[in-house]
């Protein structure tokens, strides 16, 4: 199925990835506009740094006429929504003419609550027209944000975020995803929430405690057990399908240094003895860190790695490595 994306705007690389990651053939981009094919549409919907997926009905410019015939898409009541992003030519002319063309009327118009809803993302001189198939809900993501967790911390990934990683990491629903620094269980409960076995382990009893209640809280379930990452081989005596975490690092880890690079590659050889063959590993570490320091190249395979800026002067890379 052609399909016709709006990428969110939190990374310049890694919404595309994600997209890619979960079986987008992408065939055209402009800006945050995308156009690709998939056999798979029901995957999609668990995408976290996008915001719309279409049916993709066509593109047309200033001076041309709607690609398709309305009368074919119209199920029930129905509505057009239009977003200007950086649009070159007269956005109220344009949307006029298009409204225009599409013959509304009172009979077949509900904005609140339409059967069908059309899309029009209006960029240069070009736009680009889809049926609604599925919105990624903001209000859901923050909802989970730290702060309304029943158990929070300052530090933890975002929910967005959390869930881009996890898609990264190829993983399908109902196969068993591991957090070894699970901290409040951010990444837990975005891979939980997308139909995945979800494991975590930490280091510290709260953390443990506080991940348990929070994937209760959010009606999910999930093993989570204290454990050194030293101790992930003798600890867990299962093989999973993905590995996504997000080590301690930045000004409030208990780690610096030498250490980080120690805990980080001390963990890469733990990982490499829980993970499936040919499965990958996600997570981020400080650009200071050389990949050489913490990679072993004969049990992983860098495939991806993405800088991103975290927050004031520290930034990290993402990482996505392939067990060989």
């Known amino acids: 199925m052609k399909l016709l994306i709006l990428a969110g705007g939190f990374h310049e690389k890694l919404p595309y990835e994600e997209l890619r990651s979960l079986d987008l053939d992408i065939k055209k981009r402009n800006g945050r506009i995308v156009v690709g094919?998939?056999?798979n549409v029901e995957k999609l919907k668990r995408l976290g740094y996008s915001h719309l997926v279409l049916e993709y009905l066509g593109s047309f410019g200033l001076d041309e006429k709607l690609p398709f015939d309305p009368e074919k898409y119209i199920e029930g009541k129905f509505a057009a929504r239009f977003k200007k992003l950086g649009f070159s030519g007269d956005f109220e002319e344009k949307k006029g003419k298009i409204l225009g063309e599409l013959n509304p009327s009172i009979e077949t118009v509900d904005l609140k609550d339409p059967d069908t809803t059309f899309y029009f993302l209006m960029k240069d001189k070009t736009v680009y027209a889809g049926?609604?198939?599925?919105r990624i809900d903001p209000d859901g993501f923050k909802e989970r944000e730290s702060e309304t967790r029943p158990y929070s911390r300052p530090v933890s990934i975002p929910p967005r975020e959390a869930r881009c990683w996890v898609n990264l990491s190829g993983i399908e629903k109902g196969e068993s995803l591991l957090d070894p620094f699970c901290g409040t269980g951010g990444i837990l409960m975005e891979?939980?929430?997308i139909g995945c076995k979800v494991y975590g382990s930490d280091s510290e009893a709260d953390m443990v405690?506080?991940?348990?209640i929070n994937l209760d809280y959010y009606g999910l379930g999930g093993e989570v057990k204290r454990c050194k990452v030293?101790?992930?081989?003798?600890r867990w005596d299962r093989r999973f399908d993905a590995v996504v975490m997000d080590p301690p690092y930045g000004r409030s880890a208990r780690v610096s240094g030498d250490e980080i690079e120690r805990l980080y590659s001390e963990a890469l050889d733990r990982i490499h003895e829980v993970l499936k063959d040919g499965r990958n590993c996600v997570f981020g570490a400080p650009k200071s860190i050389e990949p050489g320091r913490i990679v072993d190249e004969k049990k992983f395979l860098i495939k991806k790695r993405f800088e991103e800026k975290v927050h004031g002067d520290l930034i990290r890379e993402v990482f996505v490595l392939e067990k060989i």
Do not use: V
């Open 37 to 39: 094919e998939t056999e």
């Open 131 to 134: 049926r609604l198939i599925h």
């Open 191 to 193: 891979a939980g929430l």
């Open 209 to 212: 405690s506080g991940s348990r």
């Open 230 to 234: 030293q101790e992930l081989g003798k």
